[in-house]
């Protein structure tokens, strides 16, 4: 098994406008490395999941995240978005955004990239606004 994210994976300029446009950019980077078979029905999966309950998070974050049988391998691909991509968090746009894929059968290695991004995403350290350059924090009043 290959590592779950190389600097291929990694878009510290991502354009993207709408969670589906981020969505697919990351999962083109996916694509490229044979990590994900089939782009459509990967993106099928993403937005599914995605209709079930938004996945932003509080702090400008957003973790579109699915199973999927056009996923080779466990993967995760990282984006930073300089005017943010809106994924339903109530503080607002996201500007990290972490796109999970996991093969259809692999549960426990779906919670487990879930669970430790989760014990990062609470440091501060990892997430504070200074560690993102040319990026400012959208909050709500």
């Avoid at 406008?17 to 694509?31: C, D, I, P, Q």
């Avoid at 995605?50 to 990282?78: K, N, W, Y």
């Amino acid at each position: 098994m290959s590592q779950m994210i190389t600097a291929d994976l990694v878009d510290l300029d991502l354009a993207a406008g709408t969670k589906e446009e981020a969505a697919r950019a990351l999962a083109e980077r996916m694509v490229a490395l044979g990590r994900v078979t089939g782009l459509d029905g990967f993106l099928a999966d993403v937005a599914a999941r995605e209709a079930q309950m938004p996945t932003g998070l509080d702090g400008g974050i957003g973790i579109p995240h699915c199973r999927s049988e056009h996923v080779t391998e466990p993967t995760l691909a990282f984006g930073r978005s300089a005017r943010g991509v809106d994924f339903g968090a109530p503080d607002g746009p996201a500007d990290l955004i972490f796109l999970i894929a996991a093969p259809a059968g692999a549960d426990d290695a779906h919670l487990t990239i879930l669970s430790s991004l989760a014990r990062h995403l609470m440091d501060a350290v990892f997430t504070a606004p200074s560690a993102r350059p040319g990026t400012r924090r959208r909050r709500r009043p």
